[in-house]
Each structure stands twice: as C-alpha cells, then as structure tokens.
C-alpha cells in the first residue's frame, strides 16, 4: 500500500535551516507529483510547493526564495529545504502524493521555528 514518512523537523532558530524528507512507497514514484502541505495551530492546511515526476515545481507565494522542494526518484523521496525560517514557518509540514485516485497523506513532522 501507499504509505509516505516523513522526517527532519525539528526545533531551529529563526534564520536557520531544516530540510525535510519524506520516503515513500507502494506506487511507482517517478510518475507522480509530490506536495508538501503545512498546518499551523488554528490555521487550515496550505499547500507549501509541489513537484511533477519530471521536475517542474510550484511554490505558494510566502515561500519562494526560501523553500526549495526537490526528488529522488531513484531513493523515492522527496525534499523540503527551508532556509531563512521564521517564527511564523512552525507548523506540522506533511507530505502528499495522489495516486490511483486517491490522496495520500503521511503523518507530518513538526518544525518549530523559535529562540
């Protein structure tokens, strides 16, 4: 079955930099986009960026310059580097593919971004 991990968050201090993996399996990776969403307390979910299978990427406006969303298809992962963080940056970043039709979520990883 689809399952996808994440991992690499962490406490940093604003300024500082994380990045973030999520390995996934159970699909053939390379033909599917891959999305990182965040969620912070009492907000709703937002998309972070995302990534064809071939490469191309989209980023959400308050990200770009900062996050660089990249894979690997041959280790079937996906990165999240963030630089530059900030306070507001904290939140509980998940990964997300859509495959066979249905979204798949893995189980977050908590980045907090304070001094």
């Known amino acids: 079955q689809v399952q996808l991990v994440e991992s690499g968050g962490g406490l940093v201090q604003p300024g500082g930099s994380l990045r973030l993996s999520c390995a996934a399996s159970?699909?053939?990776?390379?033909?599917?986009?891959m999305s990182w969403y965040r969620q912070a307390p009492g907000k709703e979910r937002e998309l972070v960026a995302s990534?064809?299978?071939?490469?191309?990427?989209n980023y959400a406006d308050s990200m770009k310059g900062r996050f660089t969303i990249s894979r690997d298809n041959a280790k079937n992962t996906v990165y999240l580097q963030m630089n530059s963080l900030k306070p507001e940056d904290t939140a509980v970043y998940y990964c997300?593919?859509?495959?066979?039709?249905?979204?798949?979520w893995g189980q977050g990883t908590q980045v907090t971004v304070s001094s």
């Open positions: 159970g699909f053939t990776f390379s033909n599917y986009a």
């Open positions: 997300k593919t859509r495959a066979y039709g249905r979204h798949y």
């Open positions: 990534i064809t299978g071939a490469g191309a990427t």
